[in-house]
């Protein structure tokens, strides 16, 4: 049986990346699959988060989601804290996956920054905690875009130690599904960079909740080099910012790179950018909309996330019973 499961941290603001890279492809998968989709609450205070803020920001994912055409009836839509099973399988895979391994995360490097010393144990641990979001369910498939790769390779290591340790077959081998033209949606302001929800620059990323003329302008002032549009996509690596925003096109529309490079050959980024800013307002103001009137009712988003929650529990209770069984934990009575 196939089960998905996938997460975004409720910090900063949620923008274009999050939505072409994960969101929109939940959308699709849920046709097809069963699905959890998760609030990681208690990945976001890894780094500082101001209280208020945290429960505003856990609200409005929900609502992005809900927003985005994620069913909360046909998928179970919660956020993490709201199931203490994430934190228990958590401290078991903190037991099982090495410190060399963490070493690796490159995530933590560049969140930690120059002074690792004052990071925190949480930032450290963070992707034993997302192994255990995942195997908690024992999900099989995790839609992400191109950033949480590493990540996701870690929770395959983990099950598989895990497995091997105490001579079991209990944690699937998680596949990551990285799909779509815009698994890595870049910087408006640099293309060598991600676009990012904790960039200081507000022009560098299209929010969710940025209106039509604020879409516009950020479109209108993104860089780019000089040259016009290609006729084919060969050449665009040399091209980051050409590439970027030839992507983000492809993706709103729903078309190939190789149709948009067909449709603008030859004209210039001014003409280009002009379209770019239509398809992006037709397609995000409506979610925007939407987002905001369900923003209006927090009580209504609370209660589909502990209803949420309720049956992620459900679901995650046979797996830590039988986890707990493993490692040999004295049953309850
Ligand atoms: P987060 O909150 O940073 O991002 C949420 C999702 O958005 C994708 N994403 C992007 N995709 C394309 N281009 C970008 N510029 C871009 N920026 C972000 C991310 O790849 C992600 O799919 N660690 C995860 C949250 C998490 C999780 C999990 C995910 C916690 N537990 C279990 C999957 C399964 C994170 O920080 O995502």
């Not at 895990?162 to 910087?187: K, Q, W």
């Not at 990012?196 to 209106?211: E, F, H, Q, V």
């Not at 770019?276 to 009137?293: I, S």
Request: proline share 6%; net charge negative; charged share 25%.
């Amino acid at each position: 049986m196939n089960r998905i499961f996938s997460g975004i941290q409720p910090t900063g603001h949620l923008h274009l990346g999050n939505y072409l890279g994960a969101i929109r492809n939940w959308v699709k998968l849920q046709e097809e699959f069963e699905c959890l989709f998760c609030v990681v609450d208690m990945h976001a205070i890894t780094v500082w988060q101001e209280p208020a803020e945290l429960v505003t920001n856990t609200r409005r994912i929900a609502a992005a989601m809900i927003a985005a055409g994620i069913d909360p009836e046909r998928n179970v839509v919660f956020h993490q804290s709201g199931v203490p099973g994430h934190a228990q399988l958590a401290w078991i895979f903190n037991c099982v996956a090495r410190l060399g391994w963490l070493n690796r995360m490159t995530q933590f490097k560049e969140k930690a920054g120059k002074n690792r010393e004052n990071a925190s144990v949480g930032l450290y641990a963070y992707p034993n905690l997302m192994a255990a979001d995942i195997l908690l369910y024992k999900a099989t498939h995790v839609p992400v875009g191109e950033d949480q790769k590493q990540h996701l390779e870690l929770a395959r290591d983990i099950a598989q130690k895990f497995n091997n340790d105490y001579g079991v077959h209990c944690f699937p081998i998680v596949e990551p599904l990285i799909f779509g033209p815009a698994t890595r949606v870049m910087s408006l302001r640099d293309g060598k960079a991600k676009m990012s929800k904790s960039d200081p620059s507000d022009y560098s990323r299209i929010n969710l909740t940025d209106d039509a003329e604020a879409i516009r302008l950020k479109i209108r002032k993104a860089r780019t080099d000089p040259e016009p549009l290609p006729e084919a996509p060969d050449g665009l690596e040399a091209r980051p910012e050409a590439a970027n925003l030839i992507g983000i096109y492809a993706a709103l529309a729903d078309i190939t790179v190789e149709d948009v490079c067909a449709r603008f050959a030859g004209q210039p980024f001014s003409r280009f950018k002009d379209e770019l800013a239509q398809v992006a307002v037709a397609t995000l103001a409506p979610m925007t909309a939407e987002m905001r009137r369900l923003e209006a009712d927090p009580a209504h988003i609370d209660a589909i996330l502990n209803r949420g929650a309720e049956r992620a529990a459900t679901l995650a209770e046979p797996v830590l019973r039988e986890v707990h069984q493993i490692v040999g934990f004295l049953p309850p009575q």
